[in-house]
């Protein structure tokens, strides 16, 4: 049979080991007190003690009564919790708990729910906003047709910058030319008999014909071709009963043009048509 090995501390807090046989007899002891229980159960190992199977059963009891006592200290801490709470005992609480669990999850499911909601909202809205800004982006303005037919070709005028000391120059009128002609359109003398017409309802009007020419040519040419176009306008006018006295003549040549031409021999550009003219001047006294 086995003998009973213990180990405990004395007075003095120093282990000690004691040696009982089956028969309640003491048959061993420590004679000396040890700080470590290490130490202790050394001596006691070195006096017969069999630390393998006596340190199992021991440790074994002990943790089997550690184990008791904290199952039941749990358990009193976790009734009294109950009572705090209101719940009658453990199966009362896990059902709650329980309970909030899966509120837990609805609620949440719920959040999910309600964000993946906004979010669809709010990429939609951006969506839409992209559509509209690429329709607005690339979206072609229909083309602006002028009508051609109905906008007749505005008369270039302007004023005389070097009039005499005692006189007035105002613009009156002008009258087209071809390139390199100085003969007067059907057209530009339906224009001059409106002027005529004017020139005769006012009797103390003098007019001056001021000759102009396109950029094509040179110099010199230009500036006998504008005299003859001046000449021309002033024989007209004549002819329909206006006193030459009435009428004087200049010619420009190629200088102070109405639009500046921005290639010379263009001469079907806009530019030179409008510098190939007869300006209508009217001179007030």
């Known amino acids: ?16 080991w004691r040696r009982t ?42 943790t089997q009564k550690e184990l008791s006592e904290e199952h039941k200290e749990i358990k009193r801490k976790a009734y009294e919790l109950y009572k705090e709470h209101g719940f009658k005992d453990g199966n009362d609480f896990i059902a ?23 979010l669809s909202t709010i990429v939609g809205i951006l969506c839409v906003i992209v559509v509209i800004l690429l329709m607005m982006l690339f979206k072609k303005s229909p083309p602006v047709e002028l009508a051609k037919q109905n906008a007749p070709e505005p008369k270039i005028m ?5 009039p005499k000391v005692d006189e007035k120059v105002v613009v ?11 003969t007067l359109s059907q057209e530009a003398k339906t224009l001059l008999d409106k002027d005529v017409q004017e020139l005769k309802g006012n009797p103390k009007m003098n007019v001056r014909m001021a000759g102009y020419t396109s950029a094509e040519g040179t110099q ?4 006998r071709l504008s005299e003859r176009r001046a000449n021309t306008v002033r024989d007209y006018l004549v002819e329909k009963g206006i006193a030459p006295e009435r009428i004087t003549v200049i010619g420009y040549g190629r200088t102070r043009p109405a639009l500046y031409e921005v290639k010379p ?13 007869v300006l209508f001047e009217v001179v007030v006294k």
């Open 220 to 223: 010199e040419v230009n500036q």
């Open 96 to 118: 709650w708990l329980e309970t909030e669990r899966q509120a837990g999850i609805k609620s949440r499911s719920k959040r999910d729910r309600q964000m993946k909601s906004i």
């Open 21 to 62: 046989a089956p028969n309640g007899n003491i048959v061993g002891a420590s004679t000396e007190g040890y700080a470590n229980k290490i130490d202790c159960e050394g001596n006691a190992h070195r006096n017969g003690w069999n630390s393998t199977v006596v340190a199992q059963e021991q440790d074994d009891n002990m």
């Open 172 to 182: 009156f009128g002008d009258t087209h030319f071809d390139f390199d002609k100085y």
């Open 158 to 162: 302007m004023f005389v910058v070097d």
């Open 265 to 277: 021999g263009d001469v079907d550009s806009k530019e030179a048509l409008a510098n190939m003219r």
């Open 1 to 16: 049979m086995n003998d009973k090995w213990e180990f405990y501390k004395d007075v003095d807090m120093k282990w000690r």
